[in-house]
């Protein structure tokens, strides 16, 4: 089954930016479909984006649509998050999560997790 790794967090300022990564072993993240997830403290966790493997389109929570991007690196078996204009209500543990059946907003529809990485955005 694939594992899936995250890496690139850290603690930033309010307008900063960050590069979150997720990178795969042991499969091919292009036979699934993908999404980021995040956490924060006392909170259920949250949709934040998805890629749809089958022509490519990717989606985004209200929340971070215009400051948040999704893609793939195909050759890196891995898919980024950029993110940008970070703000405090940012601050969480960014998961990424793959599914073989159609990527939506609902974490229990996801197959395979990555531990998180921790992202902290300062005022």
């Known amino acids: 089954q694939v594992q899936l790794q995250e890496s690139g967090g850290g603690l930033v300022q309010a307008g900063d930016s960050l590069r979150l990564s997720c990178a795969a072993s042991r499969g091919a993240l292009s036979s699934y479909d993908m999404g980021w997830f995040r956490q924060a403290p006392g909170k259920e966790r949250e949709f934040v984006a998805g890629?749809?493997?089958?022509?490519?389109?990717?989606y985004y929570a209200d929340s971070v649509r215009g400051r948040f991007t999704l893609s793939r690196d195909i050759a890196k078996n891995a898919v980024i998050l950029q993110m940008i204009s970070l703000k405090p209500e940012d601050t969480g543990v960014y998961c990424c999560?793959?599914?073989?059946?159609?990527?939506?907003?609902?974490?229990?529809?996801?197959?395979?997790w990555g531990q998180g990485t921790q992202v902290t955005v300062s005022s």
């Open positions: 999560a793959a599914t073989f059946r159609f990527a939506t907003i609902r974490p229990q529809d996801y197959d395979y």
């Open positions: 890629s749809i493997r089958r022509g490519g389109s990717t």
